[in-house]
């Protein structure tokens, strides 16, 4: 089982906005809040959002450099995922892929991809 799993962002109160709100679309609930920081939990695992400080924005992230390159979650259904996607695009957030969309996964793979605001790609993915 997972414990947390902590990223370092660009700018705290636009990821705050982004992640806060798909996150509580999913079940998660805030968790901790501090200065520099925030996090939401959703049973005994939680994501942590770190302010990264001025010295280290020098170089931005990039799925394709050594690191993270994406988050998949789990969607209650597929209704779920056409909601949130519908959502994200009333909120101006970019679909990837959207020439195969819902499909660009796979025949069998119902789910949206998108970026957050430091363009870490996300997933969220409908049961089969």
Not at 64 to 86: C, P, W, Y
Not at 93 to 98: D, F, M, P, S
């Amino acid at each position: 089982m997972l414990h947390h799993i902590e990223i370092n962002v660009s700018n705290l109160s636009k990821t705050i906005e982004f992640w806060q709100w798909f996150l509580m679309e999913l079940g998660y609930q805030p968790y901790q809040k501090w200065e520099s920081g925030i996090s939401l939990k959703d049973g005994e695992t939680y994501l942590v959002f770190v302010q990264t400080e001025e010295r280290f924005l020098d170089v931005s992230y990039h799925r394709s450099r050594v690191g993270l390159n994406h988050f998949a979650f789990h969607a209650e259904s597929r209704k779920q995922v056409d909601q949130i996607t519908m959502q994200l695009k009333e909120k101006g957030v970019h679909i990837l892929y959207q020439d195969k969309h819902p499909f660009a996964g796979g025949d069998t793979h119902y789910a949206v991809f998108f970026e957050d605001p430091d363009r870490i790609k996300v997933e969220l993915v409908a049961p089969f």
